[in-house]
């Protein structure tokens, strides 16, 4: 190795131009001290020194079409497009494109004067619900056993206004259904509350579609319950609410006596003490 550097210098000497002074590269304050080197005139390039190499000759030289294929293998792939972009790309074919929304998206909130108010239900409506009906039982809660006891329970169309969920209301209730009691084990649920024999123009103890016939004498306790449909108005009309509530109505006191007949010769004016005078 040492050998070829020395010829290397000696080649690379040859080719300095003669009458060309080579330019020193020591700088003149150094020239002035005597520290610079000495021994090249400057006619000469002296090269020397050793390098150990390695017996492994390294890698072939890489062609240019092996780097053409490096970076291809090496560039990302091209992003694929979405359907959304492909549609934009065939706009003029008359397909409508649309962008699906994004996960966790919300659709917008529709606002109307009804935002916020709950799904309401009868019983929702029960505390509007009109009071129970009374009971009567004619004539004037008196019955005879073994003949007809007209029964009439007052009930009409009620509307009341109120506050539900902090939003004004109107409740009307329509009475559907009354459930009597006559309090001997019978019960009926009619239509109607019924009508008074003068109204309905019959004559006393003649049945009617609310009467019942007690068997016995005694004193009985009847009752009858109401029950309503309703409509709610909240500004915008009046529209149905599934369902019905009950309202309960107060106890009546019914006395049933027993009636008997005789056949008499006078009056109980003509005769007061005469069987059923």
Known sequence: MRGLLTALSIVLAAFVPTGMAATSSCPQWKEDLGACSVG???SEIILDGTQTTSPDPGIFPISRDDW???IID??????????FTLCLDAWDSGRPCFLPGEDGEEPAEEQDEEAGIPPITITDLARFAPDGSVITG???NVGVAGLPTNFVADASVHTVDGELF???LAVRFTPSAFDFAFGDGSTATTTTGGETWEALGQAQFTPTDT???????GAYTAQVD???TAEIDLGVG??????EVTSAGAPQEIRIFEAHTALVAYTCEQAPSSPGC
Request: glycine share 8%.
């Open 40 to 42: 090249n005139s400057g």
């Open 68 to 70: 053409q294929q490096i």
């Open 74 to 83: 090496w560039s990302p792939a091209p992003p694929v497009p979405d359907k």
């Open 138 to 140: 004619e004539p004037d």
């Open 166 to 168: 902090g939003f004004p």
């Open 211 to 217: 009467s019942h016939t007690y068997a016995e004498r």
């Open 226 to 228: 109401v029950r309503y």
């Open 238 to 243: 009046w529209f149905p609410i599934a369902g």
